[in-house]
C-alpha cells in the first residue's frame, strides 16, 4: 500500500469546524452577541454571507505545532461580529475586521489532485 504525503486536519481543528458547523445551524453560533438576531433568515437571502462567515472563522482560527486549535472562541467572536453587522447594519465591529480576516481564498481544484 503506498503511503500518501499528504496532511489531514487535526482532530482539535475537525472538532472546532465541526462545532462551529453545528452552531451555525442550530441557530446558537456567537452567543450572547447574535442572541435576539435571526441570522438564520439573513443568511438564507445571501449564500455568500454564509462563505464569508466561514472564511472569517477559517483565517482567524490558529493552532499551535501539533494542530491544537488555540484561539476557537475568538474566531467564533470574529465570524459572529461579521454576522451580527451583516443582519444589523447599525452594529459596528470592534475592532474593525481586518483585510486578512475576510480574505477568501482560492477554491480547490473541481477535480480531485490524487
Not at 34 to 40: E, H, N, P
Amino acid at each position: 500500500m503506498r503511503q500518501s504525503a499528504s496532511k489531514k486536519l487535526s482532530p482539535s481543528f475537525s472538532g472546532a469546524l465541526r462545532t462551529f458547523s453545528f452552531w451555525i445551524a442550530n441557530g446558537t453560533v456567537g452567543q450572547p452577541l447574535l442572541d435576539g438576531v435571526d441570522y438564520r433568515s439573513c443568511l438564507s437571502e445571501e449564500p455568500s454571507a454564509l462563505e464569508q462567515t466561514y472564511a472569517i472563522f477559517a483565517n482567524v482560527i490558529e493552532m499551535d505545532e501539533e494542530g491544537t486549535v488555540l484561539n476557537a472562541k475568538h474566531a467564533e467572536r470574529r465570524a459572529a461580529q461579521y454576522l451580527r453587522s451583516y443582519c444589523d447594519p447599525s452594529y459596528q465591529i470592534e475592532p474593525p475586521l481586518e483585510d486578512w480576516e475576510v480574505e477568501l481564498h482560492e477554491p480547490p481544484p473541481r477535480v480531485d489532485l490524487v
